[in-house]
């Protein structure tokens, strides 16, 4: 595949992205949205007490997607802000804070209770009127959104970026700094003192279905994206996930560049997504990569 400026962009980016900085924007110290937005509180069926932002779209009529973050960011972070400005320009768009990140309530479950952080996510939306609605996970959120899904949460399409296809396999240096955390105590609190973020212990986690047994459950149109050079989860994760998927999907795989999640989001990929999603709500099936980045 031909290297992609977007991707060069996103990997001078990420190279230039401090320790200080990435801290920053962890703790909300820097971002924001720039588009014109409300904040809203909702409540899962738990009871936990969530956050989130609305970008009103051009029109009452036009659809809605509900953004839903990965690990350690939330939903002022500099590039789920972007995603979510970007959106808002064809859409209207509910960005969420998940439980333990954020202005949210609660403790980091990386994907299992969060689901009802989206269920709670797309049942406003729907009670609000909207009558199109997607729902776009990067990473854990990613997970959270096929978790949500497979349970009925309210949704006519999705998107997952970066979102890995099994639970409990770690197979990669960064997945296991993560995994080392989540299972030691005094690191534990040592990020949530230098984040924010509440990492609820292993023995407060409920038993995760693999992504995979998620998406075979989930019969509406999926989109999958997954990069070459995807430090968490290789791009296999992805590959699993669409052939699993019950519903008409579609598989991006990007190329070197990309990397992670949040890492892999400029303007043009946003823009790009935004067609896809528009194109999945009103055709039944999302596009391939590179019709929706044609230029029109």
Avoid: N
């Amino acid at each position: 595949m031909h290297a992609d400026p977007q991707h060069a962009l996103a990997q001078s980016q990420r190279t230039r992205r401090t320790q200080r900085r990435r801290l920053l924007e962890v703790r909300g110290l820097v971002g924001g949205h720039r588009a014109p937005h409300r904040d809203i509180r909702l409540t899962a069926a738990d009871g936990t007490r969530l956050a989130a932002s609305f970008l009103p779209g051009p029109s009452r009529d036009a659809p809605v997607v509900v953004i839903v973050h990965g690990f350690a960011a939330h939903r002022r972070k500099p590039a789920y802000a972007l995603l979510a400005d970007v959106l808002a320009g064809t859409m209207s768009v509910l960005a969420l804070d998940l439980r333990g990140h954020g202005d949210s309530g609660g403790w980091c479950t990386l994907g299992g209770r969060e689901r009802l952080d989206v269920a709670a996510a797309l049942r406003a939306v729907r009670e609000a009127g909207h009558r199109r609605v997607a729902a776009v996970g990067l990473s854990m959120g990613g997970t959270a959104v096929l978790h949500a899904l497979a349970h009925g949460a309210p949704a006519d399409a999705a998107v997952v970026i970066s979102t890995p296809s099994v639970v409990g396999v770690v197979e990669t240096q960064a997945l296991a700094g993560l995994d080392d955390v989540w299972r030691t105590a005094w690191k534990r609190v040592g990020l949530r003192l230098l984040t924010g973020v509440r990492l609820a212990a292993p023995r407060g986690f409920d038993a995760l279905p693999d992504p995979r047994e998620l998406a075979a459950k989930v019969d509406l149109p999926l989109l999958v994206v997954h990069g070459e050079d995807d430090h968490f989860f290789p791009f296999r994760h992805g590959a699993q996930l669409h052939v699993a998927a019950a519903g008409p999907a579609t598989l991006w795989r990007e190329p070197a560049g990309f990397g992670h999640a949040e890492d892999g989001i400029t303007p043009a990929f946003a823009v790009a997504l935004g067609r896809a999603v528009h194109a999945a709500l009103s055709a039944g099936r999302f596009p391939d990569r590179d019709r929706a980045r044609r230029v029109r």
